[in-house]
């Protein structure tokens, strides 16, 4: 039998969430606008491992988590955590969708659209900063900060590109990804091969008994 | 003088008729802190239960809403900004005290528009027949007298297809939650309500109203005998409060 979870329990995680969602949006202009195009649209995620129902509804510039929704859904996605994880950081949306192990239902050009937006969130983190500091020392911190961030981004899409370059040409731990998909792709074409020859020696072996027979 | 004329308030039996005053009278005694108590004595999990309420409540833009023993308006604040401008939500209450407080809170918090105010007895909702899409009481129902007649007074104004929701304390499915919950009700809450609000006897009239208010499947079968149908509920926090939902035919 399932566990039923306290109706109580998920919607205070859902509106934990939610509050957090909203204050990054708040920070957010630019993304909020974005995100009242969707308006009226209604996401039921249903993931399977761990087993979670959650509904997103964007509108006013907010968006809405709900653990129920008896309503018409815009497009209805089921997956696994890791699944929805690799869409919501995948750089392109459709052939994550279209590629990954996700049943989609519904519209998907919306999900594409929202998928959009949360990735490319862009938080002004100077606005807090300044409300709390002042305009000068919260402008100088956010700056320290902005250009912190920076360099840590660079620095480390450098190291993965080097790390990278240094597994496969130099210590040749592991193929490169063109070569594996293609290692793959032969892989799947022998699959292909040995299921045929399997039901033409079956249809053989049919005949064969047919003429004993 | 048949036993029908007499009901119950909290442990105590009396006079139906005189029933509504006394309700009346807790609630003018604990209006200007209901919200402050409720925080304290939830621990604000008070929240996260008309979150739910909403939720299930299925409210969309447009929709007309009405919000029964409504009091400070928690969830008439929120059904607001979801029906949005072309909907309609209606806070009513039977304490002007309650009402008054809820109208200001939300009038402060720059909420008007497609908000009304209307003080009126759940059994005697002063309303056309299907008037609303959802029809919600949260904490309120146990306060009526007569719960039959408000149940079948909320149906009437429902629209066919509406949906009732009813958010109320209700029996612990847990034995020893319930003995922890009893202790909590009995020495803790009239103790919160005199040194916060300085009003114990309301607080001990809440645990005891909330003893005598029908468990969940009562309240179902009631819900049901007064017309409404697809009924169900929800037990939340192990069954402390119970979220019952029915829908009028269409």
């Known amino acids: 039998m399932a566990t039923v979870i306290d109706p109580a329990l998920h919607?205070?995680?859902?509106?934990?969430?939610?509050?957090v969602i909203?204050?990054?949006?708040?920070?957010?202009?630019?993304?909020?606008q974005e995100l009242d195009s969707l308006a009226d649209c209604v996401f039921a995620l249903h993931c399977t491992a761990p087993e979670v129902e959650?509904?997103?509804?964007?509108?006013?510039?907010?968006?809405?988590?709900?653990?129920?929704?008896?309503?018409?859904?815009?497009?209805?996605?089921?997956?696994?955590?890791?699944?929805?994880?690799?869409?919501?950081?995948?750089?392109?949306?459709?052939?994550?969708?279209?590629?990954?192990?996700?049943?989609?239902n519904g519209d998907s050009a919306p999900l594409i659209e929202l998928q959009k937006i949360i990735s490319t969130l862009d938080?002004?983190?100077?606005?807090?900063?300044?409300?709390?500091?002042?305009?000068?020392?919260?402008?100088?911190?956010?700056?320290?900060l902005r250009g912190a961030y920076s360099w840590g981004r660079q620095a480390s899409s450098g190291l993965g590109r080097q790390l990278e370059e240094f597994i496969h040409e130099e210590a040749r731990l592991c193929p490169p990804r063109l070569e594996l998909e293609d290692f793959y792709r032969d892989v799947q074409q022998l699959g292909l091969r040995v299921d045929r020859l399997q039901s033409r020696a079956q249809r053989l072996r049919k005949r064969l008994r047919q003429l004993r027979e | 003088m048949s036993d029908k004329d007499t009901t119950h308030f909290g442990y105590k039996e009396v006079d139906t008729g005189a029933k509504a005053g006394l309700v009346a009278d807790v609630f003018h005694s604990?209006?200007?802190r209901y919200d402050l108590m409720n925080d304290l004595m939830s621990a604000g999990i008070h929240r996260v239960w008309k979150r739910f309420t909403i939720e299930l409540s299925g409210v969309r833009s447009g929709n007309a809403v009405l919000d029964i023993a409504g009091g400070t308006g928690d969830l008439a604040a929120r059904f607001a900004d979801i029906v949005g401008p072309t909907g309609r939500v209606v806070l009513a209450d039977i304490n002007d005290s309650m009402l008054k407080?809820?109208?200001?809170?939300?009038?402060?918090?720059?909420?008007?528009?497609?908000?009304?105010?209307?003080?009126?007895?759940a059994q005697y909702l002063p309303f056309p027949d299907d008037s609303f899409d959802c029809v919600t009481i949260a904490f309120g129902l146990r306060n009526v007298t007569d719960k039959d007649l408000a149940l079948r007074s909320m149906l009437r104004v429902l629209k066919p297809g509406g949906r009732l929701?009813?958010?109320?304390?209700?029996?612990?499915?847990?034995?020893?939650?319930?003995?922890?919950?009893?202790?909590?009700?009995?020495?803790?809450?009239?103790?919160?309500?005199?040194?916060?609000?300085?009003?114990?006897?309301?607080?001990q009239y809440l645990a005891e109203s909330i003893r005598m208010h029908p468990d969940q499947e009562t309240l179902k079968d009631m819900m049901e005998d007064a017309g409404f149908t697809r009924c169900e509920y929800h037990n939340m926090t192990g069954g402390v409060v119970a979220l019952h939902k029915g829908t009028k035919a269409q």
């Open chain 1, 54 to 104: 959650v509904y997103l509804q964007p509108g006013n510039g907010r968006l809405r988590l709900m653990g129920y929704y008896d309503g018409v859904v815009t497009t209805s996605v089921r997956g696994t955590a890791s699944d929805f994880a690799e869409l919501a950081t995948a750089a392109d949306p459709t052939a994550a969708l279209i590629n990954g192990r996700l049943e989609l």
């Open chain 1, 123 to 144: 938080i002004d983190w100077e606005a807090p900063l300044v409300e709390v500091l002042g305009d000068v020392a919260g402008h100088q911190l956010a700056q320290f």
């Open chain 2, 30 to 32: 604990v209006a200007s």
């Open chain 2, 101 to 121: 407080v809820g109208r200001d809170k939300l009038l402060d918090n720059g909420r008007l528009g497609n908000l009304e105010f209307v003080q009126a007895d």
């Open chain 1, 11 to 19: 919607t205070a995680v859902f509106a934990a969430l939610e509050r």
């Open chain 1, 22 to 32: 909203n204050r990054a949006l708040e920070l957010a202009p630019a993304n909020r």
């Open chain 2, 165 to 203: 929701l009813v958010l109320e304390f209700s029996k612990p499915d847990n034995p020893l939650l319930s003995k922890a919950y009893d202790t909590y009700s009995f020495r803790v809450l009239p103790v919160m309500g005199r040194v916060v609000a300085n009003d114990a006897d309301s607080y």
